[in-house]
């Protein structure tokens, strides 16, 4: 199962899958719509619709250009079903009731004052301390590309109302991510889990692992993380005295992986706890390799820390795709999405194949790659058109002047395959 956001970009760059499978079972793929994130309520803000209305659109969009593209799914799930909701409040109060797992904090965050309501990190605007760059958000500064807080921006901004937000005391749930680094390490570094050989570390890729014993090892470590923020967009916290806020959506998003796979389950007769539960479970996530740490380090210690499920046994995450020398930019407006690659060639026969062909042909596996109209045209001429295209002329030449229209049977010496 996966997951995209409401950009669905022509490179493999917001798709996060998971592969559970049982030996003895078929392997079902899926993948989903995350509908939680602060992004969907700006931009319904700015499109003057609710979130759901975008949530909708987006989902409904996505969905029908993977199937254009002929990229098929066991199923294809959303955050906003109820059935996650459900089960990512049941997972936050299992860690409640483990003890030790999540922890109750005050802290200080922005609030604007004409809006009454916290700012999540999104919603803020300000100064770069990096680069200067004036619209770095409370998160990220999309220019330098430098990770931030809101307490780091230089003359911050409410995107509510525009005005100066003020201080103010909130409190929030903390996951006890500091306590996982220990076991994480031995895990990455030796596929060793709980003293048993979980998974073979030399079958997962140098810079999946690279990536995540940097994060393990440099500077302070893991620190806790808090899985709530005021919002009113999201999965409520069904924790006592915690109304009006709901949970972070980097901690419910991959509780979308054991949610779509009950609804895959019910949809098809199976038991969904197959393919969660028990040692014969294989859980792959295909991601892009800026989700490497939240399905490396972040959600397989969620998983252990609620104790009943199964941690992936790869991630064979991708690297990026670039287009035409720069990174991909939904804000720059740098790139093509995959819709607007099917409207902009709705009359080209193939368009599909063509566009598949140039992804699989130039796959990011273990470096950046570019996407380039030229290469697209030649990969396109010269590997399907003339390579293939002719390959498959020769043998209907063939097969007619020789065989009057009909394929023979192969032979292994002089024996036909059907006489085996
Ligand atoms: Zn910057």
Not at 389 to 412: A, K, S
Request: charge should be negative; aromatic fraction near 12%; include cysteine.
């Amino acid at each position: 199962m996966g997951r995209s956001t409401s950009d669905t970009w022509l490179g493999p760059t917001r798709h996060l899958c998971a592969l559970p499978s049982v030996a003895s079972a078929a392997m079902p793929f899926i993948c989903g719509s995350d509908e939680h994130g602060a992004a969907i309520t700006i931009r319904a803000k700015k499109e003057g619709i609710s979130p759901q209305e975008i949530i909708d659109k987006y989902h409904a969009l996505n969905k029908q250009t993977f199937e254009q593209l002929g990229i098929s799914f066991d199923h294809y799930d959303r955050t906003s079903a109820p059935l996650h909701h459900e089960t990512a409040q049941a997972f936050s109060l299992k860690l409640i009731e483990k003890g030790g797992e999540l922890e109750e904090r005050l802290s200080e965050q922005y609030f604007d004052e004409e809006y009454q309501q916290f700012l999540a990190d999104r919603y803020i605007m300000g100064e770069c301390p990096n680069c200067a760059n004036p619209e770095a958000y409370g998160d990220q500064c999309e220019k330098c590309g430098a990770t931030l807080s809101p307490m780091e921006l230089k003359n911050p901004k409410s995107m509510l109302s525009g005005a100066t937000p003020v201080l103010r005391e909130t409190s929030h749930w903390y996951f006890r991510l500091d306590k996982h680094g220990d076991w994480l390490r031995e895990w990455i570094k030796t596929g060793v889990l709980d003293g048993h050989q979980h998974h073979d570390p030399a079958t997962w890729k140098k810079h999946v692992v690279g990536q995540c014993l940097s994060w393990l090892d440099d500077g302070e470590g893991l620190q806790p993380r808090s899985i709530t923020r005021d919002l009113d967009w999201g999965i409520p916290v069904p924790m006592p005295g915690a109304e009006g806020k709901v949970l972070y959506v980097w901690f419910d998003a991959p509780i979308g992986y054991i949610s779509s796979t009950k609804q895959w389950a019910a949809d098809n007769g199976k038991n969904w706890e197959d393919y969660w539960k028990g040692d014969n479970v294989e859980l792959i996530h295909f991601i892009g390799k800026d989700n490497i740490v939240f399905h490396c380090i972040v959600f397989p210690a969620m998983l252990k820390a609620h104790g009943d499920y199964a941690l992936p046994v790869n991630v064979p995450a991708n690297q990026f795709l670039n287009f035409e020398g720069r990174k991909f930019s939904k804000s720059k407006g740098w790139g093509i999405e995959q819709h607007e690659y099917l409207e902009e060639f709705a009359n080209f026969p193939n368009k599909e194949d063509a566009l598949r062909w140039a992804l699989i042909r130039n796959l990011p596996e273990n470096k950046d790659a570019d996407f380039k109209w030229d290469e697209f045209v030649d990969f396109y001429d010269k590997d399907l058109a003339d390579k293939l295209g002719n390959f498959i002329n020769r043998v209907i030449v063939l097969t007619n002047n020789y065989f009057d229209g009909n394929v023979p049977m192969p032979f292994i010496g002089n024996r036909r395959i059907a006489d085996f």
